[in-house]
């Protein structure tokens, strides 16, 4: 368990602040029986403070917003139960369950014109993992799962920047990963199903749904190296934020909601290689080598831009994008337990508007 507190208070140009800030943070687990075990962690934090409403409205010698007492609290709470079926290895069930709750209150100070808002996220995810060998020919490594996900924003009257609204996600999947027993090749394939739905009291609604398929294999030639190349299809729903945030972004800038913007649908190829050389440099030194070169083709990329003429800030679906790139890391050992790493990412993102 970990207990902090703090208080600040700093003076900045014509204002100012103070934070009482409270956090706590514990973590707990119990193997009840040798085939159930479970864990579980809170967080929690405060920040009370006197802070201005905006700090980017500045004139020459004042700030031109009053001083806002702020109230901000956010707990965070996740258990995870790992269950063996059968008192067997061969069966795991992983079932995450979380919850989150921010609260966000302000008001002028000697007044009472609250503005009130909250987001809570709430989910359950259980994955199964199976193990078949078939001693033979090839072992399989089945993972069988699915995944409720919901958003809620709510906000009163005073708080209209940031509407009432709920995104709700759900997704099934099953992948098979099939290790071939006399030959150093492994197999992978699955297929992903997700259906969202988003709604707001004050912009609309929207409901999407995709089905996503991935498949890889790895070939280990030598003990040193690994050649491996895999397809993957991609499904990204918009977040509340994208969707229905009509809050101030800067100085004559505010973000326009888009009720109406589409989940982004990529698919990815990559290749590459993986090696690990023991011995080269050092005595019982372990250096590794890995790099993949990879193409993206998006449909209906999310990304945010301004209007040149009216300054709002929008998120919005570009009808095409493509995207090039190479990921290279380099991990050596040094003295002792030290490591150096080195990673270079060169990536190259061509919009195709469409």
Known sequence: MHLTKSNRNYFKPFSRYKEDIHSLLAKGNWAITPSYMISAQLRYYQNDGIQLRNP??????????????????????????????????????????????????????????????????????????????????????????????????????????????????????????????????????????????????????????????????????????????????????????????????FPGSYFKPNPNLRPERNHTIEYGLRLHLDNKLLANDSLQWRTTVFDTKATDYITTIIDGQRLDTLSINTPSVVIHGIDSRIIIPLLGSMLFSLTIELMRKTPHLV
């Open 56 to 249: 980017e409205v500045v004139k020459p010698n004042y700030y031109t917003n009053s001083h806002y007492d702020r109230n901000t609290k956010q707990y965070d709470i996740q258990l995870t139960q790992k269950i063996y079926p059968l008192h067997t290895k061969n069966w795991l069930i992983d079932w995450d369950l979380y919850y989150s709750k921010l609260m966000i209150k302000q008001k002028p100070i000697n007044k009472n014109n609250d503005e009130n808002r909250s987001l809570n996220i709430q989910g359950s995810r259980i994955t199964n993992y199976f193990t078949w060998d078939h001693n033979q020919f090839a072992a399989h490594q089945f993972n069988i799962g699915s995944e409720f996900y919901q958003q809620q924003q709510q906000s009163n009257k005073q708080a209209n920047h940031f509407p009432v609204a709920t995104l709700r996600n759900i997704a099934v999947w099953l992948e098979d990963e099939i290790t071939l027993n006399k030959l150093p090749i492994t197999f992978s394939a699955g297929t992903r199903y997700t259906n969202y739905k988003n709604d707001s009291n004050k912009h609309g609604n929207n409901q999407d749904s995709q089905w996503t398929s991935r498949a890889a294999i790895s070939i280990n030639p030598t003990n040193w190296l690994e050649l491996f190349t895999s397809y993957a299809e991609g499904y990204r729903a918009p977040r509340l934020s994208e969707i229905y945030n009509d809050s101030r972004h």
